[in-house]
């Protein structure tokens, strides 16, 4: 019959497997979410670039069908990401949306021209690029004016840079973290265990015998909590797909794949390697350095 001393020992020790698993878990839940939004950071910069328009006015006298022969040869130069044309009725319709819908009373003709909407290839969107491919818009005599939106493309491109920077810096130091936070409790879960490795090495136990249950628990445990991490992670995508759609688009289910590999991979890493390395020196500690 076991003693109470040896179902608490092992109570104890249930507790803090759980307590450290638990703790990883949360740990790797934070990596697999940098890791993520790292990997789509690129997404949503062509994202945000592909969704600013260049604004193409015609000349009062054009016709729909001027403008779409115009959006003909738009649409074959090999920067333009996508087109729209833009009727008189609709533009009236958005300027009666702010203006009012008397605002045309006042005028013997419609001032709204047929116009175009144009975006472009996210690596075109550049203040250097832009001069061009409004140069290349501007040459036909039925266009009376482009904004290319240049102001705001330089600010988000400033905007990008700095952000990209800061993330940046911001996930090298959770990584860092991560990994000191991860090393501690594993050092902790072993730690609590040295006199037993005391134990195992009295009889003779060589430092590999001694290693190989300890490191296969490392790894059971690394897997578990890269199992929860990522089932976490997954739910939070859904959940959060479901609520901004939009969003959502521009990321790809092969991005959440890498981050579940990456959250795996971290996950064993860290606490395959400090439990080799804590085994090890706690099996070459003496009998008083155990109690320090």
């Known amino acids: 019959m076991p003693k109470p001393e040896s179902k608490m020992m092992k109570r104890r020790l249930a507790n803090a497997y759980l307590s450290s698993v638990i703790s990883i878990t949360l740990v790797l839940l934070l990596i697999g979410v940098a890791a993520f939004v ?23 006298n054009a016709t729909e069908q001027d403008a779409e022969e115009y959006l003909g040869s738009v649409r074959a130069l090999p920067y333009v990401h996508d087109t729209r044309l833009i009727t008189r009725e609709e533009g009236e319709r958005e300027l009666a949306e702010m203006l009012g819908e008397d605002f045309l009373d006042v005028f013997e003709t419609s001032p709204v021209p047929i116009s175009v909407d144009v975006t472009l290839n996210a690596e075109y969107v550049v203040p250097d690029s832009l001069a061009f491919v409004s140069e290349v818009l501007a040459a036909s005599p039925m266009v009376e004016e482009v904004d290319s939106q240049q102001p705001l493309v330089a600010i988000l491109n400033e905007n990008l840079a700095k952000i990209s920077a800061v993330f940046g810096v911001f996930i090298l130091l959770l990584l860092f973290i991560s990994f000191v936070l991860i090393n501690n409790m594993v050092r902790l879960s072993v730690f609590a265990r040295r006199f037993t490795i005391h134990t195992m090495k009295l009889v003779g136990a060589t430092k590999a015998f001694i290693r190989a249950p300890f490191l ?13 991490a990522s089932a976490a992670i997954w739910g939070i995508y859904y959940a959060a797909r479901s609520s901004f759609s939009e969003l959502f688009e521009i990321f790809d289910i092969v991005t959440l794949l890498e ?5 795996f991979v971290c996950g064993v890493l860290i606490c395959v390697l400090s439990t080799y390395f804590v085994v090890g020196r706690l099996v070459s500690a003496n009998k008083d350095e155990l109690y320090y």
């Open 38 to 60: 790292v990997i789509n950071s690129g997404s949503v910069a062509r994202y945000l670039k592909e969704n600013v328009k260049i604004s193409v006015l015609f000349v009062q």
């Open 259 to 263: 981050s579940t590999g990456i959250i």
């Open 216 to 228: 296969r628990g490392a790894l059971l445990q690394g897997l578990i909590s890269a199992f929860l």
